[in-house]
């Protein structure tokens, strides 16, 4: 495990210039401020989500991220409004970040039910590095352990970094479809513990989806029998993923399957870009909803890595309808975006 974190650490500082990467939900509609702050709001009510993500829980060097959401939407000023708390722990605990985030959104009626949104975010981070316990490269010579790491700059530097950033995103929807864009880490922050740079690489997501009815059960307006197909791209500094996928919703069931990666590119190693497999299964239960899904990795990683398990956990409460508002639950419903 010490050397496993070391090496990571290490080979970020190598060189004048290295990247670091964001954390990942594989429930990305289930994260949506996460992904876009466009969607701040969206849910056209008070809202709170929760998201947990253990990623290769098999190996000692995993990666555990937890976000906690609440937004809400202001109709009198076509505004949403939110906060969210997320937490993210690299190498049992030697690596860790803590960010809190403040969120708008503005919307536009274009015309009929067409909407366009867009949002900014701001956040302020803190990073911090236990070096306690690891052991370093000229803590060693030709014979063995000499316990002294002084001439490591890990080992003698600060074990706290704060920084703000910022974000912004674009969404467009109407009843039957969604697509948005956005773009974190816009002033691209150095990370670095040390002199060397690590630069927090923007990153840019673009993510859509379609509302296909497959029967009409207009008849019961808590039921819904729809299938969504779904994708999110993401690239940051020289990497980019594709998740590409769908899920079907039979009231109150929610059932999904998704692929991540691009098989038409190589990586470094000259092997495919296969990243994993994702199952999802929820349910949703009047204002509340709950999922599970799994990642089978697919990656030379492969299965023994453990996979990655993800919760998502979600309450909307009632919309606050008045007589200025006659359009609010028109225009809730017009939002084809993943309620779950």
Not at 143 to 152: E, M, R, V
Request: net charge neutral.
């Amino acid at each position: 495990m010490k050397k496993s974190i070391y090496i990571l650490l290490f080979l970020s500082c190598l060189g004048n210039e290295a990247f670091s990467q964001d954390p990942q939900f594989s429930q990305f509609y289930a994260a949506p401020m996460y992904h876009n702050p466009a969607f701040t709001g969206s849910g056209y009510a008070p809202r709170a989500i929760f998201n947990f993500r253990n990623q290769w829980p098999s190996l000692a060097a995993n990666y555990t991220t937890s976000a906690v959401s609440v937004d809400h939407y202001i109709d009198k000023f076509n505004s949403g409004v939110g906060l969210m708390l997320v937490s993210d722990q690299q190498g049992a605990s030697r690596l860790k970040n803590t960010e809190i985030s403040g969120f708008y959104s503005y919307q536009l009626n274009l015309i009929d039910d067409h909407f366009l949104r867009m949002g900014v975010q701001a956040t302020s981070s803190n990073r911090s590095f236990d070096s306690n316990g690891l052991t370093f490269p000229d803590q060693f010579d030709n014979n063995g352990y000499t316990g002294d790491p002084s001439g490591d700059p890990l080992a003698n530097t600060g074990s706290t970094l704060h920084f703000v950033d910022f974000s912004a995103g674009v969404l467009y929807y109407n009843p039957k479809a969604y697509l948005g864009v956005s773009v974190h880490h816009l002033t691209q922050p150095d990370i670095a513990f040390t002199a060397s740079n690590d630069i927090l690489a923007r990153k840019i997501m673009i993510n859509g989806g379609l509302n296909i009815p497959l029967a009409d059960l207009s008849t019961s307006s808590d039921k819904e029998f729809v299938l969504i197909p779904t994708f999110l791209f993401k690239q940051q500094g020289k990497f980019n993923q594709l998740d590409l996928g769908a899920y079907v919703t039979y009231s109150p069931l929610t059932f999904g399957l998704w692929y991540r990666g691009i098989p038409v590119k190589k990586n470094d190693t000259d092997a495919l870009n296969h990243d994993a497999i994702v199952a999802l299964a929820g349910f949703r239960f009047d204002n509340f909803s709950f999922g599970y899904s799994y990642d089978l990795t697919i990656s030379g990683l492969g299965a023994s890595s453990g996979g990655s398990h993800e919760i998502s956990i979600a309450y909307q409460f009632d919309p606050y309808e008045s007589k200025r508002s006659p359009n609010a639950r028109r225009r809730k419903k017009s939002l084809s975006c993943p309620k779950f």
